[in-house]
């Protein structure tokens, strides 16, 4: 069973950085794109930046500049380094990776539990 297992969230006071990790584990083929999205109370979910396997990027603009994402394939696990952190950074963050199965030979999406992020001081 494929599962996506996250790391990293907590409280930290604004202007502070934090790294989140998301590792994919169990029975699979390849991974190609990983993301992170976020959703805070009440607001639907954001999409935060993606990677592909070849390392192209895409981030919203309420991050540029601020966050870094990036991926280890030997590893299957992508990162979310987020720094000069507001607190309207603050919600459940989730990594979401598509990934080829060897059972079925297909590319399905997989969302991992999701991680607090909490921004105040």
């Known amino acids: 069973q494929v599962q996506l297992v996250e790391s990293g969230g907590g409280l930290v006071q604004p202007g502070g950085s934090l790294r989140l990790s998301c590792a994919a584990s169990?029975?699979?083929?390849?991974?190609?794109?990983m993301a992170w999205y976020r959703q805070a109370a009440g607001k639907q979910r954001e999409l935060v930046a993606t990677?592909?396997?070849?390392?192209?990027?895409t981030y919203a603009d309420s991050v540029k500049g601020r966050f870094t994402i990036s991926r280890d394939n030997a590893k299957d696990t992508v990162y979310l380094q987020m720094n000069v952190l507001k607190p309207e950074d603050t919600g459940s963050y989730s990594c979401?990776?598509?990934?080829?199965?060897?059972?079925?030979?297909?590319?399905?999406?997989?969302w991992g539990q999701g991680t607090q992020v909490t921004v105040s001081s």
């Open positions: 169990g029975s699979f083929f390849s991974v190609s794109v």
């Open positions: 979401y990776a598509a990934i080829t199965t060897t059972a079925m030979g297909v590319t399905l999406p997989y």
């Open positions: 990677i592909t396997r070849g390392g192209s990027t």
